[in-house]
Structures are given as structure tokens and as C-alpha cells.
């Protein structure tokens, strides 16, 4: 409101000195023309103010009412100001009646102009409150257009902005709640088979229906691999949630790549062995050190390998080799095995996800170990990429920054 104020008394102190230098009026007659004009901006003024208090534009329907109806207060103002001020230095009723009525085409025009431009103001604000109750109503894709530079195109572009953040907020949502549904849905089938199983046997013994030794020996063995299998899928479903959920604290820190993946491959010499299958790996001389935490990175060796041993035939051959590109090391695991059919390789990295036989459950995987693989290279800030030819092998790479 002080702005405001200083504005009108403004135009009135102009007003004042126009008058003497185009006119030239007595010094009496100045001062009287000057008292009336202060009291009229002073008039202008109250009413602005108790407007502005007690929110008389805000009870109008429409942006475009309460402009207009603005116009039409300062245009009775005005003209009230002409007619006193005219009664007080006419003497000619015809020259006042025509000033009057000049007055008035020229003040209904204004209004009539203010209307119309308020009305292109109105209708802006008017598509911004519709794209607010399409987004009230779920409608994340509605967008406004913000044409020119003025208050409401730069919140349109606000608008526009928070939209689009809420659709990606809700895509991801969205997608977040679809992994869990799947995450429970796949928990829930590999935990009930086991079970199932574990029951059988479990009943038949108790039952006795099995009643020699050895059969009851096998059921035992049995048993206690499914157990086994249970508990290795709950810790990984632990570790899974432990990453989605962002808890793991990574320790990462310079470290030797090459004595990783030389302790991997030692791991993993007997089993590879015994399966038939030819083990090996190279590591390039300018490697090391890498930025990564150790055991993390470990196990993702150890995923990648337990994988590839699974599927690799007898008289197979898996091959580690490791190598510096640019600013990283970029580590491959490539095997010989049966490979991933075309349509089911987008999907490998996924939780749960294990091709058409995903629910054969003879390889021994629970479907979460490449999974839970993407995600600690990823908390690394690397990637991770699988390459496969149906029947001749697969390879996995993934990179790690070096130090």
C-alpha cells in the first residue's frame, strides 16, 4: 500500500506542475486545483485500502470481474474529480456538459479496453486452475502453455516443471511397487516349492511310509539342501532389500583388483574341476588399484561365477579378464555354456527373472544373484552389461573407476 500511495501522490504532484507550466493559472487557483486533486488521490486511495483489507477482489467469480471492476472504481474517481473541478473553473454549463460527456466516452472506453485485456489474463489463469484439478483428479500428463515472460508464464513453467516431476515421481512409483509385487510374488513361489517338498518327505517319514535306511537317509540329504536353498534366498532377499532400500554402507576405498579376482578364482578351482569345466583368468598390468569395497565387489565375482559354473557344460571353459579402459576397469566373465535366448537377455539382471525354466529350479539359483550383482556395481558407480548367443555362451561385464 505505500508504493501504491507514493504512485498516486505521484501523478498528482505531475499533474500540478503540468497545469502551471501549460496553463499558467493563478497562484490561488493552483492551490485550489492541487488541494482537489490531493483529496481525490487520498479518495483513490481509501479505497484501494479497504479493498485490499478486507479482500474485496478476492470475492469476485472471476480474475476478469475484479480487474474490471477496478477499472470502472478509477474511472468514477476520475470523472467525479473532472466535474468538481470543472464546476469550479467553467462558467459555460455547454462546456462542462461536453467535458463531462468526453469524459465519460473516454472512461467507458478504458473500461471497456481493461476488460477485454483482463479478460486474456483471466483466461491464462483460468488453464492453470483447470491443469490443477486434472492433476487433483490423477491427470499427471496435463501440461500448460507458457507463452511470454511476465508472472504467470514463469508459473506456468513452475507448473509444467512440478507436473512432470510428479509423473516421474509417480512412474517411479509405480515401477517400485511393481519390483515388490514381483519380489513377493517370486519369494512366495520359490519358498512354497521347497516347502512342499520338505513336507512330503517330512510326512512320508513320519507316517512310515518309508521305512529302509537308505531312502530315509536320501530324504534327509534331501532335506537338508532344500533347507540349505531356503536360507541361501532369505539372506538374499535380505541383501536385496538391504540395497533397495540404500543401507548398505559402502567402504570404498583404493584396492587390488587383481588379488579379488585371483582369490575368486581360487574359490571357485575345485567346483570347476569336479564340474569339468576349464577355469581361468587374465588381469591387465595397469589395473590397480580400483576405488571399490572389497567384499562387495567379491561377491559379485563370486555371483557372476557360481552363474557361469552352473551353466557351463562339461568340458567348458570360463574366463575372467580384466583391463583398464579409460578412467576404469572393465571386468569380463565369459563363458562357454548353453547361453540366454534373445528375448529372455533384456531381463536377466532382474529380480527373479530366469528365462522360460524359471521355475525348474535345476540349476540351484534362487534368481536374485545377478540382480543383487547389478545392484552393488551400481552403488559403485559402474555399469553392467550381458552379452549371449544362444548355445555358444554368455558374457557379463561390469566396470569399476579406478583410483
Known sequence: MRAYSLVVYGIVGVTVVLILVVMGPPIGELMSLGALLAL????????????????????????????T????????????????TARLMFVNAHDLALAVLLLFFAGATSVAFGSFASGSVAQRVHRLAEAADRIKEGDLSVRVPASGDDEIARLANTFNTM???LEESAREAEAVNTARQHLIAGASHDLRTPLASLRAMLDAMADGIVTDEATRTDYVARSQAEI???????????????????ELDLQIEPASLSDLISDALASFRARAQAAGVAL??????????????????????????????????????IRVTARCRGGEAL?????????????????????????????????????????????????????ITVESTLGEGTTVAF????A
Request: hydrophobic content about 45%.
Open 69 to 84: 471492476s477496478g477499472y470502472v472504481i478509477a474511472a468514477v474517481i476520475t470523472l467525479a474529480c473532472v466535474i468538481i
Open 280 to 317: 581361468s583368468g587374465e588381469v591387465g598390468p595397469d589395473v590397480d588399484p580400483v576405488l571399490m569395497a572389497s567384499h562387495p565387489v567379491g561377491r559379485v565375482l563370486a555371483n557372476l561365477l557360481d552363474n557361469a559354473l552352473r551353466h557351463t557344460p562339461q568340458g567348458g571353459t
Open 331 to 383: 571386468v569380463r566373465v565369459a563363458d562357454t555354456g548353453q547361453g540366454i535366448a534373445a528375448d529372455d537377455l533384456p531381463f536377466v539382471l532382474e529380480t527373479f527373472y530366469r528365462g522360460d525354466k524359471s521355475r525348474s529350479r535345476e540349476g540351484g539359483g534362487s534368481g536374485l544373484g545377478l540382480a543383487i550383482t547389478r545392484r552393488l556395481v551400481e552403488a559403485h558407480g559402474g555399469t
Open 40 to 67: 481525490t488521490a487520498t479518495l483513490a486511495i481509501v479505497v484501494g485500502f479497504v479493498a485490499h483489507r478486507f479482500g474485496l477482489w478476492e470475492r469476485f467469480r472471476t480474475v476478469r470481474h475484479a480487474l
Open 163 to 165: 507436473a512432470a516431476r
Open 228 to 246: 540349505a536353498r531356503m536360507s541361501r534366498l532369505i539372506d538374499d532377499l535380505m541383501e536385496l532389500a538391504r540395497l533397495e532400500a540404500g
Open 399 to 402: 566396470t569399476l573407476p579406478r
